[in-house]
């Protein structure tokens, strides 16, 4: 069925697309060309099949107008920097729990199944695709965003987001690559439609439902449902799936969950992976460097491209002294979730986690001053940087990775869980999240790290460990902290100024990993855990222990890889 006729089983919606524009129309003294334009659009949507006599319909409506909408009539307020205070309600983070794929004949061979990927039959989709779509008819008004997913026109998507709430459609505005009035008039068909109906909770007696949250993607159909929750990242983190699958599988292309940036001065590409909360978004955010993208990108047969039009920053803990641009980021347009403000002078207070630790921002990624804007450049990477976040203290702040152990880490994934993230993470809690991605894996890790080890073997690129987690004890312990900021940046530095390829080496053991003896910028005992740890023997218990838990999740991937690769990891 084409995209076009799922639209028109919409029934009922639909005004005219830009509702600011329909009164231009109306107006005799208009420019032509508004009118001109909106002829067309209109002329599109009728042939799409809306009836555009009950439900006021807004098509990519202005960041302006949806504002005055989400403070009409969700309570939303403009923050003292002009950004929008918005609230998610009951979730305030992904539920990974109740993301399902679509069980059918063409994901069948390709996703994947397993904990990761819960399987749904094609007709329980059906059931929730109609009552996501029976809410929306519920509505006064209904907001739709097109937008792209890519920024390399070779590989990217169309990608059509229908919501009911200013602030989603507002996010996705901001998350999207944002098409110019020309690209959405030849807009033409969605590749992929998003029904957020989230305000909606799905039926527990529904067949497979186990909650009244759900979010579930069907790649035949190439449409995703969200029921039950109305926290705005499952969006992006639904496109994400989509191209995770895409990428590899229609374009040969390697997808990854990762930030990337550009040296102004060398042009040199640095790709950072990692789970959420190890700190792609922070650390790519570089006085230094232009910025390509904070989340997720695509590692092509010419470069690096961003699948999005913005980034999505955490909030907790953020100041103008730490993290100047992200701070300054957050201006008219920008949408601050969860975020607790003062009453009076509608300050944010991003210290106050008492709605949630996964306060965030999504702004356009040209708010951040050295954005690289078209976010794709055609030069191969230099260096990657993978990202944990140990939350026993046992890693390295750095460590050099040989290419099988590259390999090796991207398999086994390991780091921490941040606290609200998802649903029901309260601590740190340490975790082995394949390819950094688990929760947005579609097809199996292998099929990632072999595209990944041929790229780095053809383009030679570096390989770096950094823990952006504990040091010096564990996560709760009184000598346990998080790897200073200014530290992990000193780290980051000595990548990019090749000072790190240059300096001394040392064995960590049991991990065999080699560790800088010194980094400008970062006191000499703590690059070293065995000296940063003052409880040695607390150390050597915690070393064994992780060690241990590398062995037992490697397991999986052991029989599929290179005998090299299996050696790479931790021996004891
Ligand atoms: N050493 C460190 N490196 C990176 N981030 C750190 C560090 N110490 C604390 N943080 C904090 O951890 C969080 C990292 O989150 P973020 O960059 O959004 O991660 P991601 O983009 O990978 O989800 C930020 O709130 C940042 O301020
Ligand atoms: C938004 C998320 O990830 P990240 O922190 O990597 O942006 C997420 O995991 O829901
Ligand atoms: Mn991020």
């Known amino acids: 069925m084409s995209a076009t006729s799922r639209l028109r089983q919409l029934g009922t919606p639909y005004v005219t697309p830009h509702i600011l524009h329909k009164s231009y129309a109306q107006d005799a003294d208009a420019d032509d060309d508004t009118v001109h334009l909106v002829g067309k659009q209109i002329e599109y949507f009728s042939q799409a099949g809306f009836d555009m006599s009950k439900l006021t319909l ?130 033409g068909e969605p590749d992929f439609i998003i029904y957020n109906a989230g305000q909606f909770p799905a039926n527990r007696f529904t067949k497979g439902m186990s909650s009244t949250t759900s979010v579930e993607i069907n790649f035949k159909r190439m449409e995703m449902v969200i029921l039950g929750t109305e926290y705005a990242g499952e969006m992006k983190k639904g496109v994400f799936s989509v191209m995770h699958y895409l990428q590899p599988v229609k374009f040969g292309q390697l997808s990854l969950h990762s930030s990337a940036n550009v040296g102004i001065e060398n042009g040199d590409v640095t790709l950072f992976f990692g789970l959420s909360g190890t700190g792609k978004t922070t650390l790519s955010a570089d006085p230094r460097r232009q910025l390509i993208g904070d989340d997720e990108h695509v590692w092509s047969d010419k470069g690096v491209f961003n699948i999005e039009g913005g980034c999505y920053a955490k909030c907790i803990g953020l100041s103008a002294e730490k993290e100047p641009e992200i701070f300054n980021a957050i201006r008219f347009g920008s949408i601050l979730e969860n975020v607790v403000y003062d009453p009076i002078t509608r300050k944010p207070d991003y210290d106050d986690v008492s709605i949630t630790e996964n306060t965030r921002c999504a702004y356009p990624i040209d708010y951040i001053p050295n954005a690289h804007v078209p976010s794709v450049v055609d030069r191969q990477p230099s260096n990657i940087i993978m990202l944990t976040c140990d939350a026993f203290g046992v890693l390295p702040p750095v460590s050099r990775l040989t290419p099988a152990q590259a390999s090796y880490h991207f398999l086994a994934g390991y780091t921490s869980k941040t606290p609200g993230t998802e649903d029901g993470v309260l601590e740190p809690i340490p975790t082995f999240s394949t390819c950094y991605s688990a929760p947005f894996l579609v097809l199996h890790p292998n099929r990632y790290a072999s595209m990944l080890a041929e790229r780095m073997a053809k383009h030679n690129v570096n390989c770096w460990l950094i823990n952006t987690g504990w040091t010096g004890g564990r996560f709760g312990s009184p000598a346990g902290r998080r790897c200073p900021l200014k530290f992990t940046r000193a780290i980051v530095d000595s990548v990019h100024n090749g000072t790190l390829a240059q300096v001394e080496f040392e064995r960590f053991e049991v991990f065999n990993l080699d560790i800088p003896t010194s980094v400008p910028g970062v006191p000499s005992e703590l690059l070293n855990p065995s000296h940063a740890w003052t409880d040695k023997e607390a150390f050597a218990r915690e070393v064994r222990k992780l060690a241990g838990m590398f062995i037992k999740a490697f397991a999986v991937y052991e029989n599929d890889v290179d005998v090299s690769v299996r050696a790479a990891g931790p021996q004891v």
């Open 58 to 187: 807004k098509r990519n409506a202005s960041p302006a107008q949806l504002y005055e909408d989400a403070i009409r009539n969700e309570g939303a307020i403009i923050s003292s920097s002009g950004a929008l205070i918005n609230f998610s309600g009951k979730k305030t983070g992904r539920s990974p729990k109740d993301k399902r794929i679509v069980f059918e004949e063409t994901s069948k061979d390709n996703v994947w199944w397993g904990s990761v990927n819960i399987k749904m039959d094609e007709h329980t989709f059906e059931i929730n695709r109609e009552r996501a779509i029976d809410y929306l008819n519920t509505r006064d008004l209904v907001y739709v965003f097109d937008g792209f997913a890519g920024w390399d026109p070779r590989y990217r998507i169309k990608v059509r987001v229908v919501c009911a709430r200013a602030y989603h459609a507002l996010f996705m505005n901001n998350m999207l690559i944002r098409p110019t009035e020309e690209e959405l008039a030849n807009f």
